[in-house]
């Protein structure tokens, strides 16, 4: 209980690990996830796997004179099943590649062993107005070795 990323999720081999629960206002009429809401899953997973690796995006914005923004490029999202009020979901992250002026990134969210969500995420390096950037090299050293380490 006294890890400062208690609330961020974990490192773990292959990636990063978040519980999420769900509330009702992530439902919808039916008392099923809306799907636009596992978009919210989805950003808290990147963000907090970021943040596990020592990485606050906020800072990067301001870095150094140029900055650097990470903007989603691409989605693929598969619905597999719905989930409900009270559900614990696993949201996991792995890195799939990670340099030049992108990376990509699998995304999953389950509930115990039952998958949910499955989504392939492009995302865009970009400088603070907007033009491409490189990743930092040791940025993207960092993720692909969490990625495939036992953390």
Not at 19 to 35: A, K, M, P
Not at 58 to 78: K, P, T, Y
Not at 141 to 147: G, H, P, R
Request: aromatic share 6%; glycine share 8%.
């Amino acid at each position: 209980m006294n890890s400062p990323f208690l609330i961020a999720g974990e490192l773990e081999a292959g990636g990063h690990r978040l519980v999420q629960r769900v509330y009702y206002e992530d439902t919808d009429f039916s008392g099923l996830v809306y799907h636009a809401r596992y978009l919210h899953f989805l950003e808290r997973g990147r963000t907090d796997y970021l943040r596990c690796l020592g990485v606050e995006q906020r800072e990067l914005l301001n870095a150094d004179e140029e900055g650097l923004v990470f903007v989603v490029h691409r989605m693929e999202i598969d619905f597999r099943g719905p989930a409900r009020m009270d559900d614990l979901l696993v949201i996991r992250t792995t890195t799939e590649k990670a340099g030049g002026a992108k990376m990509v990134l699998s995304q999953e969210i389950r509930r115990g062993e039952t998958l949910l969500i499955a989504a392939k995420v492009i995302i865009a390096v970009i400088n603070a107005k907007g033009k491409p950037r490189r990743l930092p090299e040791k940025l993207a050293t960092q993720m692909l070795v969490a990625s495939e380490a036992t953390v």
